[in-house]
């Protein structure tokens, strides 16, 4: 099993920078996606790490350390259009599955 | 191309009652997830396929609920009888594949919302 925590909700300026943290606890780490929901949509993909580091794609960049269980997405000039839930995912190897679960998602509104 | 789709969009359906959902993944992709989603919670694991493998139901709430997919492909969630406690957004997602260590993210469907009255 796991449990992931992300926080429920933040906010933040046009134009600025954002972390958004997320920590995990797991036996079976096998990578963890970060996606974004607009109201109303479906989730779509953002970013995966499954080595320490950081991964960076345009605005946005996804950092993880496996030995912390400690993840954050970084977003960059932030836009309107950014504001939206944020969810983090793990997946973990259980016997011969891959399943990814889903953190309650961090809802982030941007303001002018 | 065309990505995952959900049938219907929305169902109400009045307590005790049968509901089918429908998924219809993207084509070639192996591996099909359900999920639920309900109002200011995280997606909930329901059920998962992944080629001709046995399906992982460890996420399913109760015997009421069962999926199945048929040629490797659609995949049907049924919800029997149903209760009020399971209205929510119902989502499909399928990828190419599982394994260890690729990225193989998830392409996630429209969802169906499901009211129970």
């Known amino acids: 099993g796991q449990n992931i925590d992300q926080p429920t909700e933040m906010t933040a300026t046009e134009g600025a920078i954002v972390q958004i943290n997320c920590t995990y606890q797991?036996?079976?780490?096998?990578?963890l996606f970060w996606y974004q929901q607009h109201a109303g949509e479906a989730p779509t993909f953002l970013s995966y790490n499954v080595l320490d580091g950081l991964e960076e794609k345009g605005r946005f960049s996804s950092f993880l350390s496996r030995s912390k269980g400690y993840s954050y997405l970084l977003l960059k000039e932030l836009q309107m259009k950014d504001s939206a839930s944020y969810l983090c995912a793990v997946r973990e190897r259980t016997g011969g599955s891959y399943i990814p679960t889903f953190g309650r998602g961090t809802s982030l509104i941007v303001h002018p | 191309g065309a990505g995952v789709s959900q049938s219907p969009s929305n169902k109400v359906t009045e307590k005790g009652k049968d509901v089918e959902l429908r998924c219809d993944p993207i084509s070639g992709h192996t591996a099909l997830y359900w999920y639920r989603q309900s109002l200011g919670q995280g997606l909930e694991f329901l059920i998962y396929f992944q080629g001709n493998s046995a399906p992982d139901k460890s996420g399913l709430p109760s015997d009421r609920f069962s999926a199945e997919r048929t040629g490797g492909s659609v995949s049907t969630l049924t919800i029997q009888r149903t209760q009020q406690e399971d209205s929510a957004v119902y989502l499909c997602?399928?990828?190419?594949?599982?394994?260890?260590?690729?990225?193989?993210?998830?392409?996630f469907g429209p969802g169906t919302r499901l009211t129970v009255t």
């Open positions: 997602a399928s990828s190419t594949r599982t394994s260890g260590g690729a990225v193989y993210e998830q392409y």
């Open positions: 797991t036996s079976g780490f096998n990578g």
